[in-house]
Every structure is written in C-alpha cells, then in structure tokens.
C-alpha cells in the first residue's frame, strides 16, 4: 500500500492523503488568508475519496476535484454531505470577498451527484472490489467518521482517525475504540498530544461563572465559536444553565441541518429545546444585541471574517465586556493573534483589543492520555506501522510512540510517500 501525503503533516489544516494513487482520504483547506491547499492539486487524479467530516480543513477543497476530466466517487455520511455542501458555499462567498477561487457552484452540484452515503459499520466494496472500507462515528462532530480501509490483493488495512474525540460532550455521542477493527497502519491525528483536557464539568463551570460575572456587570460576553459543532454545544450548555444567548453567524444554518439527522446527535430534543428558546440576529439587530447585557454566540471560531468582527470592534476598549475563545487556535489565524499580540486585524485595520480575552478549552478532539491509550489499543492488536499527522507536535508524539511501543512510528512531511508491504 503507498500513501502519500499531501497536507496536515506537522500542521493542522489541508489534510490529504493519498492511497494508491487512487484513493483519497480527506481534501482539506487551511482557511488561513489567503487559504493554504494540499500539494500536486493540479495533477493528482483519484477515483475515489473517502471524507472524514465537514470540516474546512478536511473537507473544503473535495469540490475542486469535481472540475477535471474524470469526476472522482465521493463518499461520506449524510450529514457530512450536507454539511460540506453548505461549507462549499461558503467558501464560494468568502473567495468573492478575499480574491480567490479553488471552484464554482456547478462543481458543488456534480459533486452532490457523485456522493454516496455511507452509514456507521457498514462495509463497502471500493474500485472492482480490490479495496473496502468501513466508517466508524469518530465523536468529533455530527457525522464524523473514522475510516478503515483494506486491500485485498495484499492484505494490508489501514485506520485513520480523522478528528476524534472519546471524552464527553452535549451535542456528541463519544467514539468507542473498543468497537473499531484491528489494522496493520494506524494514521492518527495529534492535535493535542501532550496536552490533557481540563474535566468538562469544571470547565463548563468555570465558562458559565465568568458568563455571569460579564453579564452583571453591564458588558457583553463574546463568544466566538466554529459553526459546525461548537456553536450548537456552547448553545446546550447555556441552555442547561438557563441562559439565552443571541446566535449570529451560519451556527443557526447548521442547526436547521442537524435537525434533519437526529441520530448524529447524542439528545435531539435537547439540542432543539436549547435553539428554540435562544434568539437569532441578523445584520441590522447586531446592534440591539449589543444594547444590553448579552451573551452572543457567533462565527467564526478563530476569528478569520464572519460576524464576530464587527462585535470584537464594537466592545474591544469596554472593560466590561468579554471575549470569551471555545477552543484552540491555530497558528496565523485571528484568534492566535489576539492571545499572542492583544490584537486582530480585519479588512486592513489593526483592532486592538483592551476587553479581557479569555480561553476555554471545549475542545472536540481527544486529549493526550486518551490519544496515547488509542496507539496502546492498536499496537497491542497487532498495528506495526503508526503515522502520527494532523498536528503541531507529530515529531514529538511519534517519537513517544516509538519508544513505547513496538512499532514503526512516523511523523510524515508534506509531499512524503511511503510504501508499506
Ligand atoms: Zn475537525
């Protein structure tokens, strides 16, 4: 089997890897400004691509492989398709406003043509049978999957992943290891290797507490967060506390979208009590919101465009009022900039931010102890060759691997190809 890796190695963004030649997991962007691709865009011709979940940056360039010659079978679970559907869009509008285009609305509707919907377990035969593969609800965000797959011809397998998460959440039912099959490659994700998740309970506390504190003292609490999973989860815990926030931003298209496949969520009808009684802004009721003491919820996540800038503007001298960040931030983005520098900057203009900034780890991927018990699990099982991506510490993690366990273990680079017998 030869994998060759296109992006998302000692870096998180552009996640792409090649199977084959023919088999692609994952087609991400880095939706940096301006937006970092995989490697070979212009020449790699799959037959297949296997997409993990809706997230940007696995899943923002898949489109553009619909405007070549051979159109590429995509296959995802159905909320991912509909998810990356509504992110394709997105990524249409944001190009219009940045300068750049990677595809057009046509190559969304061929790519819904070659979707195929694939559910949790089920197993599906792939190019004239010489491959299958298998998606396991990877925990992460409604609709995401881990995928394994197996070639036949040389008896080989492979389990990547993706973004996942085994720890607890509101809107998630968790991944469960112990139901995922046995692999002779393990490509795991390393985005908090090293780092261990504060318990969710006392962090919750903690959020809602300083929630609290903004709001009786007459400020407004900001709280950026990603559309897809994040913004939803904020909205539950807030709810369960009695709290109604102001939702401004695509969170409230991809709730509509949740609503259509419950079973990707761990309590529906929580899920629908908690936007039911929250309240929605568009662009003329921003300032309304901003009127009073409030909670907004809104996009995006890390800061780069989207409503959250025109409130970050609005209160960043109020000492009041508060920015409260839900998860990590990536290098070069907005929100990086504002927990290293104190400010951001948007169409040019440098806003420097004086409100309090604070950052609270809702995170959505597994921590180190529960990463390391995962290569534990599969190297036990038999697993020999482990690639640690999706990350800043790849090196590190591997290096860890490597020392514990009896395995090959390696951090892979940008454009590296490996053959594995
Ligand atoms: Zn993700």
């Given at each position: 089997m030869k994998l060759k890796f296109l992006g998302g190695c000692n870096e998180i963004g552009r996640s792409a890897i090649l199977v084959d030649d023919k088999i692609l997991i994952d087609y991400g962007l880095r939706p940096s400004d301006p937006p970092e691709i995989p490697l070979l865009s212009s020449s790699i011709a799959p037959r297949t691509v296997i997409l993990s979940h809706a997230h940007l940056d696995h899943s923002g360039m898949v489109p553009s492989l619909m405007n070549r010659g051979r159109r590429p079978e995509v296959f995802m679970t159905p909320v991912t398709r509909d998810l990356t559907q509504l992110m394709a869009r997105d990524t249409i509008k944001v190009g219009k406003e940045q300068g750049f285009v990677f595809f057009g609305e046509e190559d969304i509707r061929q790519l819904d043509e070659h979707t195929h919907l694939v559910a949790y377990?089920?197993?599906?035969?792939?190019?004239?049978?010489?491959?299958?593969?298998?998606?396991?609800?990877?925990?992460?965000?409604?609709?995401?999957?881990?995928?394994?797959?197996?070639?036949?011809?040389?008896?080989?397998?492979?389990?990547?992943?993706?973004?996942?998460?085994?720890?607890?959440?509101?809107?998630?039912?968790?991944?469960?290891?112990?139901?995922?099959?046995?692999?002779?490659?393990?490509?795991?994700?390393?985005?908090?290797?090293?780092?261990?998740?504060?318990?969710?309970?006392?962090?919750?506390?903690?959020?809602?507490?300083?929630?609290?504190?903004?709001?009786?003292?007459?400020?407004?609490?900001?709280?950026?967060?990603?559309?897809?999973?994040?913004?939803?989860?904020?909205?539950?815990?807030?709810?369960?506390?009695?709290?109604?926030?102001?939702?401004?931003?695509?969170?409230?298209?991809?709730?509509?979208?949740?609503?259509?496949?419950?079973?990707?969520?761990?309590?529906?009808?929580?899920?629908?009590?908690?936007?039911?009684?929250?309240?929605?802004?568009?662009?003329?009721?921003?300032?309304?919101?901003?009127?009073?003491?409030?909670?907004i919820v809104t996009t995006a996540g890390m800061l780069n465009g989207g409503p959250v800038l025109y409130y970050l503007k609005q209160i960043h001298d109020d000492p009041r009022s508060k920015v409260l960040l839900t998860g990590y931030q990536i290098e070069g983005t907005n929100g990086r900039r504002l927990l290293d520098e104190g400010h951001v900057e948007t169409e040019g203009e440098l806003v420097r931010v004086t409100a309090r900034v604070e950052q609270y780890d809702f995170s959505a991927h597994a921590g180190d102890t529960e990463l390391k018990k995962l290569i534990s699990r599969f190297c036990r099982n038999g697993t020999e060759v482990v690639f640690t991506v999706h990350g800043e510490h790849t090196n590190e993690f591997a290096a860890w691997a490597r020392e514990n366990y009896n395995c090959e273990a390696i951090s892979p680079q940008n454009g590296e190809e490996f053959i594995i017998e």
């Open positions: 377990g089920a197993r599906r035969p792939l190019n004239g049978a010489d491959y299958e593969f298998e998606l396991h609800n990877a925990g992460h965000i409604p609709g995401s999957s881990a995928v394994y797959l197996r070639k036949e011809s040389e008896d080989i397998s492979l389990f990547y992943t993706g973004d996942i998460k085994m720890g607890p959440s509101r809107l998630m039912e968790c991944a469960y290891p112990n139901a995922f099959p046995r692999a002779d490659i393990l490509l795991i994700e390393s985005t908090y290797y090293d780092r261990d998740h504060r318990d969710r309970k006392e962090l919750e506390r903690a959020f809602i507490d300083s929630i609290t504190e903004t709001l009786n003292a007459g400020g407004n609490a900001i709280v950026p967060c990603f559309a897809i999973g994040r913004t939803q989860e904020i909205v539950m815990i807030l709810h369960s506390y009695g709290l109604t926030p102001y939702i401004d931003g695509m969170g409230l298209s991809v709730f509509k979208l949740f609503k259509n496949h419950p079973s990707f969520v761990k309590d529906a009808e929580a899920l629908n009590n908690a936007f039911a009684d929250a309240q929605f802004v568009n662009t003329r009721r921003r300032k309304r919101a901003l009127a009073e003491p409030s909670i």
